[in-house]
DNA sequence: TTGTGTTAGCGAAAGGTTTCGCTACACTGT
DNA sequence: ACAGTGTAGCGAAACCTTTCGCTAACACAA
């Protein structure tokens, strides 16, 4: 068995977080309908990746009602700080500064966006 | 066979990557060494996965040589960055600022990569 | 009750990744 | 030429992920 909360999700895993983020608390047959729209796949399919993620602790549900109502066990917010960190762990060889240049570098910013991060970059110099 | 190119390295392969971004251009037994070091895996486990991933492009070797000499086909540069589009797409739904954000917010800078990070921004604002 | 539809679950097939044993080949020193 | 050593490759085992067929349980209408 994998260890526990060390593994990023899956290829399908990640495409049902994203999902569920977006629609949570909510059941089976609403995810099935995204999912088999992007990849046609089987109603089975979905209830036996959701019992599969359950098990890894990656999603939790509603067993009072019915149909259940699954939920994320990780927010959104969460998540990505999680992959942020193992990417640049991993990547960047833990350097943050240098994954967040190249983001703006690539990145097209909008105006307001850029005067928030210098406001970021003025509150790290007072309290460094 | 998956679709080339659209794909994260799995987690070996990752970690053969950033060895060779360490140490290319090397032979196998270098890759190895390092390799084992982590996780005590067999020799012929090295040459079997940079066979695969030569089969994926993600290494080539120079043969002219014996012991052939592995490179990473992407720069960690131009890898972290396709990593990086890919997580903004997944997890941030393409706003790479949110991310940058994030990453300024929980990761220490030092003052110079603050200075960096600034005239980025300015720059950013001359040419939008 | 009987039939119809929706929900949940199991086990196994299909497909991908990771591991290694065994084989072969090239080169070096004797 | 021959043994010994380092290098490369193949095919299959072991393992994990993804898919689905089949079955059971339940609710509700006819």
């Given at each position: ?59 939790t549900r509603n ?5 259940h109502?699954y ?58």
């Open positions: 068995m994998r260890e526990l909360g060390s593994s990023q999700p899956t290829a399908v895993e990640l495409e049902i977080l994203r999902i569920l983020w977006d629609l949570e608390p909510c059941p089976v047959r609403d995810i099935h309908a995204r999912l088999a729209e992007a990849k046609g796949t089987n109603y089975s399919t979905t209830v036996k990746m959701l019992s599969v993620m359950m098990q890894k602790g990656l999603v067993e009072k009602v019915t149909p109502l939920k994320a066990v990780l927010s959104r917010q969460k998540a990505a700080k999680k992959f942020l960190s193992e990417l640049i762990e991993k990547i960047y060889d833990g350097s943050a500064m240098s994954l967040v240049l190249q983001a703006l570098a690539s990145g097209k910013a909008s105006q307001s966006e850029i005067n928030e991060a210098r406001k970021l970059l003025d509150e790290m110099e007072d309290k460094p």
